[in-house]
């Protein structure tokens, strides 16, 4: 049984969670005294243009500016007579050669479908007759290591000596079109949105989310995600996984399916090659640099399309969205369709039909796609939703003639309700929240939106806290800690980075092999689902380095791949994922949106700085002595006062009395070293004193490395 809890009772955190079977699957945690900018609409102005990196810096009002990459430009913003106006009216469009890869694959499409007009997708259709085996994988998720299936009868030599694929043809491998789908975004709050107010929002029925830009491959998130991580030979191939492309549930799911993408080029038929040129044509297609296409003092309309991560700025976009319950708007795109996610061809057809009748872009109209959650829907439901998303869209329109940058123009939903669009699916069979206000808010909502689903509504009625009585609060704040540990006695160590995850693969009490290289088998196919289920709990993102116990047989290298490839499919983020290299180790990519659950409920601790360990009170008396020694030798002072935590102290005055005796002599100025119970043991403080015991100032050179 699936259920999703919410804990709401407490108004300072709201926490979701979706469990399965008494087992928690994901986790949503907000704390509502932290700023959010993740799918807010906002009127910006340039404050710098860093052409060396192809990006400018927007003050679009938060804490500190967003970053705005040149691929991320509506390319009208070049335009000579280009006004905001443009983009309120709709005339800021794009054209299959331009904008993020998102956009442009959705204008592309020419495989002489005569629907090709409204479906945007149908070159990467896994059902073509002449799909290859990578393009084969993405419908059987046994599949999905193909060429490993047919080298294992060879699979039994060590790794080291093999030496597979060398002939081939070394082909680039160029990643598939990226795709239009559903993830979090900039939502609807309520039909009561009104210009006046801080920014137009909305609370109510149509109300839904469905990426930072309406794509899961964002039009802001293609920078560094979109690197493939394939190393340097021409022989290994990389797995790559996009939410929404081709998946393998033909319903309205939130599934992530897997492309094989690989060097050389046995085995594709004409119109794969021919739509890999159109896409490596794109990639390589010059772009009118940044200074060309924006000044400083320009004003720019912008989306928050990731949170930023410490002293990163958020990242931002001109392609904005707006997404409501079926449909999402986009006034950059010159076209209607239906989004990739919806896999039966049978609806595919229905739904083309329907946008085809509401397409009023050839009439100055906006452009919409259809998502997973307009599947059965019927042509007055699209429309409606339609309808609401323009009203609110000339709400933003309206904010935005009005005010000057900075200013809010429209404002995400909170988590509860993002909650109810993104995760309640038809295979959630029940919703409890403990807070009274959310239960009738969620009730409400839907009834307006999904009456057939509205008695899956429960309130939490007992005082024992929702997440304990469910069984699942020991398993959040196992979240917390960097090990986790299997019941099998297996145990993974997470460790996150400013720059990167690792996460490390122990066998622990585990042996179930008769031999070493089985236990190393048996115990990462043992780890895989968890790693790929701390991934999502944990909401980690960027570049995540795998270290498997080794395993020196290729067949069982090429099985724990296709084991983590098939565990990801339930992932909605955005992920690529390489091979297991001779050391053991696997990258991968996960599209990275928020903050992650660590940072979200954790700050940097300010006794180590983020480091996790302390350094000793010895090596830090030390330390200090040597400092000491350096600023005797400054001139201006005649007493010095060294203030160190406790241990620290202890260990000076304890330690180093005739050390300390011994310098005063020999330079004629006295040393006071004192306790200060509040410092961390890294911490120390110089205080320098005159002989009648005032104040002096004395400027400690840079070069003596000392803080003051």
Not at 246 to 272: C, H, I, P
Not at 312 to 339: A, D, E, I, Q
Not at 434 to 441: C, G, T
Not at 566 to 589: H, N, Q, V, Y
């Amino acid at each position: 049984m699936k259920r999703m809890l919410i804990n709401a009772i407490d108004s300072e955190e709201s926490r979701i969670a979706v469990v399965e079977d008494g087992v928690l699957q994901e986790l949503h945690v907000e704390i509502a005294n932290r700023e959010a900018y993740l799918g807010n609409i906002y009127k910006g102005r340039v404050v710098n243009i860093e052409p060396s990196i192809g990006a400018a810096f927007v003050n679009f009002g938060g804490r500190s500016n967003g970053f705005l990459h040149v691929s991320d430009v509506l390319p009208a913003y070049g335009g000579d007579e280009f006004s905001l106006e443009d983009i309120i009216e709709g005339r800021a469009r794009v054209s299959g050669e331009e904008g993020p890869d998102a956009v442009r694959s959705v204008l592309t499409d020419d495989d002489g479908d005569s629907d090709d007009d409204v479906d945007f997708d149908d070159a990467d259709d896994p059902s073509d007759e002449g799909a290859s085996d990578e393009d084969a994988s993405e419908q059987d998720p046994d599949q999905a290591e193909p060429a490993a299936d047919r080298e294992e009868a060879d699979a039994d030599k060590p790794s080291p000596t093999r030496k597979k694929r060398s002939r081939r043809g070394g082909r680039k491998p160029v990643a598939s079109e990226a795709t239009v789908a559903d993830g979090p975004a900039a939502s609807a709050d309520g039909p009561a949105a009104s210009a006046d107010g801080p920014a137009a929002s909305a609370d109510g029925p149509a109300a839904s989310a469905d990426g930072p830009a309406a794509s899961a491959d964002g039009p802001a998130d293609e920078k560094a995600e979109d690197k493939e991580g394939s190393g340097g030979g021409g022989e290994d191939p990389v797995f790559f996984m996009a939410a929404g492309r081709g998946s393998t549930k033909d319903t309205d799911g939130e599934t992530a399916s897997v492309e094989r993408v690989k060097r050389g080029g046995g085995g594709r038929d004409r119109q794969n090659d021919k739509s890999h040129r159109r896409a490596s044509s794109r990639e390589f297609m010059p772009r009118m640099p940044i200074d060309q296409m924006l000044k400083k003092g320009q004003e720019v309309v912008v989306q928050v399309t990731k949170e930023g991560i410490g002293a990163k700025g958020p990242t931002l976009t001109t392609y904005v969205s707006l997404p409501g319950r079926c449909l999402v708007l986009m006034p950059s795109l010159p076209k209607c369709g239906v989004s990739r996610k919806i896999a039966s061809d049978k609806e595919r057809r229905r739904l083309k039909k329907i946008v085809r009748a509401l397409d009023e872009t050839g009439h100055g109209g906006l452009g919409f796609i259809v998502r997973t959650a307009g599947v059965l829907k019927t042509k007055d439901e699209l429309e409606r939703d339609r309808d609401y998303l323009k009203k609110i869209w000339e709400l933003v329109a309206q904010r935005l003639r009005v005010t000057r940058a900075p200013a809010l123009l429209y404002q995400e939903s909170d988590l509860v309700l993002k909650a109810m669009r993104d995760l309640f699916a038809p295979d959630i069979e029940e919703v409890v929240a403990d807070s009274k206000d959310v239960f009738l808010r969620i009730k409400d909502f839907t009834e307006k939106l999904m009456p057939r689903m509205a008695e899956r509504i429960k309130r939490h009625e007992s005082t024992t806290p929702v997440f304990h009585a469910f069984g699942i609060e020991v398993e959040v704040q196992t979240l917390y800690q960097p090990r986790v540990e299997l019941k099998s006695g297996v145990s993974i160590v997470v460790d996150q980075t400013e720059a990167l995850v690792a996460i490390d693969v122990n066998s622990g009490k585990f042996k179930p092999g008769t031999n070493l290289e089985e236990t190393a088998y048996l115990t990462n196919i043992e780890a895989v689902p968890e790693i790929t289920r701390q991934l999502r709990l944990r909401d980690l993102g960027g570049v995540i380095i795998i270290d498997f116990i080794d395993m020196s047989l290729e067949k069982h290298k090429r099985t724990v791949e296709r084991k983590l490839v098939e565990c990801m499919k339930g992932d909605k983020a955005r992920i690529k994922i390489g091979r297991i290299s001779p050391f053991g180790m696997m990258e991968l990519t996960r599209q990275r949106v928020g903050p992650g659950l660590k940072r979200t409920v954790f700050n940097t601790c300010t006794h180590c700085d983020g480091a996790g360990m302390s350094r000793t009170a010895q090596s830090k008396a030390l330390s200090v002595m040597r400092d000491v020694r350096a600023i005797l030798h400054l001139k201006g002072f005649s007493v010095l006062q060294v203030f160190v935590a406790p241990p620290v102290n202890d260990f000076l005055v304890n330690s180093k009395r005739r050390t300390i005796l011994d310098l005063e002599e020999d330079v004629g100025k006295s040393i006071i070293v004192r306790s200060e119970p509040s410092y961390p043991v890294d911490v120390v403080h110089y205080r320098f004193l005159t002989a009648d015991g005032q104040e002096a100032k004395v400027v400690i050179p840079a070069g003596l490395g000392v803080k003051k």
